[in-house]
């Protein structure tokens, strides 16, 4: 079979464009590729051009994530199709371990199992916190979603008709991705985490100031202001016993600017935004205390 596959670019040479581009010749089956540029200026256009020449170009440059999504939706005339992020590489056998559970009639999307790849002032942190969430459970809860319940779209087969309906909110420039998840599920469809469709998402020189997308976080019922007042207060603790676990204080630094501007996010929200209970309905966030199961805590 042949598939659509939607690319969304902006700027993206950096940091592995030309290997995700390689990685989408060589483990799927193009139908179509549909590249959603948000307005490069850094040859990226040049690069998808280079490689794929017959790559269908849309540009969407006073857009976001959300109508870049929807755009490209609205252009899939394949019955399933691949969602990409340009920081993705795909890995051998991605489409073949992915497609082999399209035949069960009940799941509507595949998302492989992503490899982040993370700067240590992220990784550091994250997998002291999910040590001590093994062990402490709520007392170390974040109010943001886990991995495991996000949906994420940086490679994900999904059934081109439970989404052709679909409006995604052009407040979502972040959260797109989980509100395509929700659509889904809501239909009664099951979003399916493949453990074998494996990729590499290179999250690099990422800038703690991306916390402020809390505000949309508080809109949509994603964060909820006491839990984010909570985490504030819990930041310094956290810190300090990560430092003890990994002695590294950029590490520290960036985890503290991000817990900030996140609650600064959170709270600009409070005061000034209109709660969208038309996306709550749709997204259904839970919250609540785990203990972290026993993983490898690189592979979601």
């Not at 999504?69 to 073949?96: A, E, Y």
């Not at 994900?156 to 420039?173: A, Y």
């Not at 207060?233 to 016993?241: N, V």
Request: glycine share 6%.
């Amino acid at each position: 079979m042949k598939i659509d596959v939607v690319l969304l670019t902006k700027n993206s040479v950096n940091p592995c464009l030309k290997e995700c581009l390689e990685s989408i010749r060589k483990q799927l089956p193009i139908n179509r590729l549909i590249i959603v540029d948000g307005g490069s200026t850094d040859g990226t256009i040049e690069l998808c051009k280079a490689i794929f020449p017959a790559a269908q170009i849309i540009y969407d440059v006073k857009g976001n994530r959300a109508t870049a999504r929807q755009i490209g939706i609205d252009r899939i005339c394949t019955d399933w199709f691949v969602f990409m992020d340009s920081d993705v590489i795909l890995k051998d056998d991605w489409f073949k371990n992915a497609s082999k559970y399209m035949v069960n009639p009940d799941i509507g999307a595949v998302q492989g199992a992503t490899l982040q790849i993370v700067e240590p002032v992220i990784e550091d942190f994250s997998v002291v916190m999910k040590r001590a969430r093994k062990f402490l459970g709520g007392l170390t809860y974040k109010p943001f979603l886990e991995p495991e319940h996000r949906g994420f779209t940086g490679d994900i087969l999904l059934k081109t008709h439970l989404v052709k309906d679909i409006k995604i909110p052009k407040i979502l420039h972040v959260y797109e991705d989980h509100y395509i998840k929700k659509w889904i599920e809501n239909k009664g469809f099951i979003w399916f985490r493949a453990p074998d469709a494996m990729c590499a998402h290179y999250m690099e020189n990422r800038d703690p100031k991306t916390a402020l997308n809390d505000y949309i976080g508080y809109v949509i019922g994603s964060v909820s202001f006491k839990r984010s007042f909570v985490a504030v207060l819990m930041i310094i603790p956290k810190i300090l016993f990560a430092l003890c676990m990994k002695p590294n204080f950029k590490m520290a630094v960036w985890q503290l600017k991000f817990q900030l501007y996140s609650f600064i996010g959170v709270t600009k929200a409070r005061l000034t935004a209109q709660v969208r209970r038309d996306i709550q309905q749709v997204m259904k966030f839970k919250y609540g205390t785990r203990k972290e199961q026993i993983k490898d805590y690189k592979t979601i």
